[in-house]
């Protein structure tokens, strides 16, 4: 962000804080990282803070911590010992084994943390005890601040059903449903007929997508009900739930909000967060194409007025559903730092973390709502290691064995808390990024949030780029045609990666040839010498066979130094570049357009794994010769998997609902496989007997693990 874009605002705080030149000069500096963090050496906070959470976000509180002068403490599980938040940290404590209820949601050792290292401070972070009223009210008995609201606010606000009616008493909003605990499943049945399906059942206590079903009949109900509590049960220790109207092709657009404790409270615009996949933020950004300033401005006003209804103060967000009319029902609202913060922060100019600790430490708030700009846009694509082709994202497992964010771009920026080696694992959320673009208008910040997933390489897990690119390259998602309904819309069939045209498919393969010529003449050089000295003149004309999703093409290369023409089915291709193969990223023109290709394998075989255009290819390239000399390999004959149940991603067995000697039909549940805190259900593919059971409840499996086998 250009520094120039936030300094109005930066003045007028600079003024009511009386900062010095230098201060100001460093305001600006910081501005131009996406947020400033004006600091004031008059104005003491903290000399110590324990953030009690892991990765990305611990690493983004730790910035603006150092920022202010401010000691860090990281707390972290036996696995996470070498995690890059506690490399960051000033302090580290180990705060038990692996599984999050006995490290990161122990609360006992997380306090001993706090007494051990003297942190004056804790910053929750998001998840885990962020929005836990004990944790907060365990701080305050021992005179530590809890950077967040105060445990009325967190108890009223983390409840769905109290939520909802301090909502209708401030005049906010809501959606129509069922104000109470639903306790069984024919109650359930029962409410969700007299609202009218569809319905939403979602935990009380529940967040982050975890917990939520959408139910169109009884049988679904019914269904809903038993995992939505299961899955509250485990990721919050809160079974509760309650049934309201599902409101059909919405908008997710959320009210970020600050208060402080002197009665003064600010809505900092909105976030359209509207592309999901199991109600679970995938894409989002700041402002909202679909609102107006009238909408705007009294959405903000509804936010704002229930904040103050419960004495709020800190950073917050206020949920709303917002239909095609723009009428928007109040939601819920999260008494935490949210994922998607860092577009606001974009925006506004103003360090969320920052504000989050001043108020904490009782400062009033330097800015007024006039001080509140838009300036620009920013877009947020949440990078997970996920496989994007199963559900839009089941998790990933592995080591990251090459890591590079695309920082060398302007206007980028990438919250992450990983690095080249680390490890992605089971027991915690898969994401690896949160990557940002900004620019002055929402087609500079789509045009740069394409080039940085471009640049962006991740090697060793499965990623979900290839979703990514296509979400913000959609002509509905350019146009603004969005909802929470995007996904299933555009791809009713499951994400298939980028289909290419014929254009594209030409390019591809002049790209996959052009780099199969650049390897060749590379292995006939050393030192940048022919290897064989008899050889009269550089080769510069090839006649190749290139395979690629099942067809075979003749193509014709033409090479002038790193030029390369590329005859394909008539056409010709012009490809540019220098094709460094020992770069991961191999910028290129082809016919005068610039990108960024990268290779993630090459074999003998002359198979290429590209990615192009965000989605991987196989390709194979071969000489006239080979070609035809492949005709007379054997082909490996695919395994019959109709009768076999694999697991599609790592995670725990929850339950096993069949024996050998069992009849299934087609459809039928055989077993439960929890993920990263959410529960999927298993199920045949087609009628028959139970042969083999190789899992059982309590187990963890690995992506691709045989848990039943049926005759």
Request: aromatic share 6%; charged share 25%.
């Amino acid at each position: 962000m250009a520094a120039y874009m936030i300094a109005p605002t930066l003045q007028r705080v600079l003024c009511a804080s009386k900062l010095s030149s230098i201060q100001y000069r460093r305001c600006v500096l910081v501005g131009r990282a996406h947020y400033s963090t004006v600091c004031n050496a008059n104005e003491k906070t903290f000399d110590k803070i324990l953030i009690a959470n892991r990765g990305e976000i611990a690493c983004r509180v730790m910035k603006t911590c150092k920022k202010m002068g401010i000691r860090t403490v990281a707390v972290h599980s036996d696995v996470d010992a070498s995690a890059v938040h506690v490399k960051m940290a000033d302090e580290a404590v180990c705060v038990g084994p692996a599984p999050t209820n006995k490290s990161y949601l122990n609360m006992d050792a997380i306090m001993d943390a706090v007494r051990t290292t003297g942190a004056q401070a804790v910053h929750p972070g998001y998840g885990f005890l962020s929005e836990n009223k004990e944790f907060a009210k365990r701080l305050a008995a021992e005179n530590v601040t809890f950077i967040g609201p105060d445990t009325h606010a967190i108890q009223a606000m983390g409840d769905k059903i109290e939520s909802k009616l301090i909502a209708k008493a401030a005049k906010v909003s809501t959606i129509p449903g069922f104000d109470g605990v639903v306790k069984t499943v024919e109650e359930a049945v029962k409410i969700a007929g007299e609202i009218g399906y569809p319905v939403m059942i979602k935990a009380s206590a529940g967040g982050g997508g975890k917990g939520m079903r959408i139910s169109w009949n009884d049988e679904e109900t019914r269904e809903g009900f038993r995992f939505s509590s299961q899955e509250a049960a485990s990721s919050f220790g809160d079974d509760r739930l309650l049934i309201e109207k599902y409101i059909d092709n919405p908008r997710h657009i959320e009210i970020q909000v600050l208060a402080d404790k002197h009665g003064n409270a600010l809505w900092l615009n909105e976030r359209e967060c509207s592309i999901q996949r199991r109600n679970q933020k995938v894409v989002e950004e700041a402002p909202s194409m679909f609102l107006d300033a009238e909408t705007r401005r009294a959405m903000g006003e509804q936010a704002v007025s229930l904040a103050k209804a419960v004495q709020y103060s800190s950073a917050g967000t206020v949920e709303f559903l917002v239909d095609s009319t723009k009428n928007f029902y109040f939601l819920e609202m999260n008494t935490r730092l949210q994922v998607e913060h860092p577009i606001t922060e974009c925006i506004t100019g103003l360090d969320l973390v920052q504000q989050m600790i001043r108020v904490a430490k009782g400062y009033p708030l330097l800015h007024k709502q006039e001080d509140i700009p838009i300036n620009g846009w920013a877009i947020e694509s949440r990078v997970y290691a996920e496989d994007p082709y199963k559900s839009f994202g089941l998790p990933s497992i592995g080591r990251l064995s090459r890591y590079q964010e695309p920082l060398n771009l302007s206007n980028v920026r990438v919250d992450s808390g990983i690095q080249e080696g680390s490890d992605i694992s089971i027991y915690y959320d898969p994401m690896i990024s949160k990557l940002v673009t900004y620019g002055a208008t929402r087609g500079e910040a789509l045009s740069r949030m394409q080039d940085a997933l471009d640049n962006y390489v991740i090697r060793g897990v499965t990623h979900n780029i290839p979703l990514l690119r296509e979400i913000i390259t959609h002509p509905r998602f350019i146009s603004g045609d969005i909802s929470t309904n995007f996904l299933p819309e555009v791809y009713p069939d499951g994400f298939k990666g980028h289909q290419l045209t014929a254009e594209g498919r030409r390019e591809l393969l002049a790209a996959a040839s052009s780099l199969y010529v650049a390897a060749q003449i590379r292995a006939q050089k050393f030192l940048g010498n022919l290897r064989v000295s008899t050889t009269p003149q550089e080769r510069c004309q090839w006649e190749l066979c290139v395979e690629v999703g099942g067809e075979t093409h003749t193509v014709a290369v033409s090479r002038s130094g790193t030029n390369y023409s590329v005859e394909v089915g008539g056409e010709k291709v012009e490809v540019g570049g220098e094709w460094n193969l020992a770069s991961p990223l191999l910028p290129v023109t082809i016919n005068g357009t610039t990108r960024v290709l990268q290779c993630l394998s090459r074999n003998a075989s002359g198979e290429i794994t590209l990615q192009f255009m965000g989605t991987l290819f196989k390709v194979r390239v071969l000489s006239k010769l080979a070609a035809a000399l492949s005709s007379y390999m054997p082909e490996k004959v695919p395994e019959d998997t109709s009768s076999l149940l694999r697991s599609p991603m790592p995670g725990s067995v929850v339950a096993v609902s069949v024996k050998p000697g069992d009849t299934v039909a087609e459809g039928q549940e055989i077993c439960v496989i929890e993920a990263m805190k959410m529960q999927n259900s298993m199920t045949a593919a087609r009628t028959a007997k139970v042969k083999s059971v190789h899992c059982k409840p309590g187990e963890t499996v690995g992506e691709g693990d045989l848990l039943v086998e049926l005759e």
